[in-house]
């Protein structure tokens, strides 16, 4: 069974703190995604790669970093929590083939920041 | 830019009903479009590609370019289709994979 698992389910920061969340993939995709899920505001894209040491930028960037130094692991990283980042963040990968055959995703990581 | 616009945010319906999740959508290209669903304490997992014309679940989905819709369907309701069903979009052909959700539409299917 092809799988995206991400490290942790249940996250609790202080503000302030660098936080990393941490996504593996074991099926050799090439694109990977961070999304932040919120209700009522479906699912946004925070950071995307396409390869290894690639980033690009989504549509809120804004207080996160990314990090791929491997093909199947991607690193999304807090630099300094705020409250306003509680929330639950999803990764996803998919094949880098022309054409989108769909994303598989992980079960989430809810982090919440006090 | 592109956007994905599910306009309810809750569905209710009687098991045996049929259903329609709406979504439209506003892409100046060619799109792709999808449905994907989360079962409770489930992962967001691919329901359907418009590109594969295919029913899975008994859903199925018909992109109409001139509405810019891409409305889910099934013409009776299971207690089991009981979800939150988020419809995405993707560009052709340029763009890579990146997708575009809407905000999401949570169906749930009474007895």
């Known amino acids: 069974d092809v799988k995206v698992t991400q490290s942790s389910r249940y996250l609790v920061k202080r503000t302030g703190e660098k936080v990393f969340l941490e996504c593996v993939q074991d099926?050799?995709?090439?694109?990977m995604f961070w999304y932040r899920q919120d209700p009522g505001l479906g699912l946004r894209l925070i950071y995307f790669?396409?390869?290894?040491?690639?980033?690009e930028k989504g549509d809120i960037p804004e207080g996160y970093s990314v990090s791929r130094e491997k093909k199947e692991r991607f690193s999304l990283i807090l630099e300094s929590a705020s409250t306003n980042q509680t929330s639950m963040y999803l990764c996803?990968?998919?094949?880098?083939?022309?054409?989108?055959?769909?994303?598989?995703f992980g079960s989430g990581t809810r982090l919440t920041v006090v | 830019a592109q956007r994905v616009t599910q306009p309810e945010k809750l569905l209710s319906v009687f098991k045996g009903a049929p259903v329609e999740l709406k979504c439209n959508y506003s892409?100046?290209?060619?799109?792709?479009l999808f449905w994907y669903v989360q079962y409770s304490r489930q992962r967001l997992q691919l329901l359907l590609r418009?590109?594969s014309r295919e029913s899975i679940k008994g859903f199925t989905a018909d992109l109409n370019k001139g509405e810019t819709s891409f409305h889910l369907k099934k013409p009776f309701a299971q207690e089991e289709d009981s979800a939150m069903y988020y419809c995405?979009?993707?560009?052709?052909?340029?763009?890579?994979?990146?997708?575009?959700f809407g905000t999401g539409t949570q169906l749930k299917v009474e007895l």
């Open positions: 790669s396409y390869d290894v040491k690639m980033k």
């Open positions: 892409y100046s290209g060619s799109p792709e």
């Open positions: 996803a990968s998919a094949r880098g083939d022309r054409g989108n055959y769909g994303y598989t």
């Open positions: 995405a979009l993707s560009p052709l052909t340029g763009g890579g994979n990146k997708l575009t």
């Open positions: 099926m050799d995709h090439e694109n």
């Open positions: 418009h590109i």
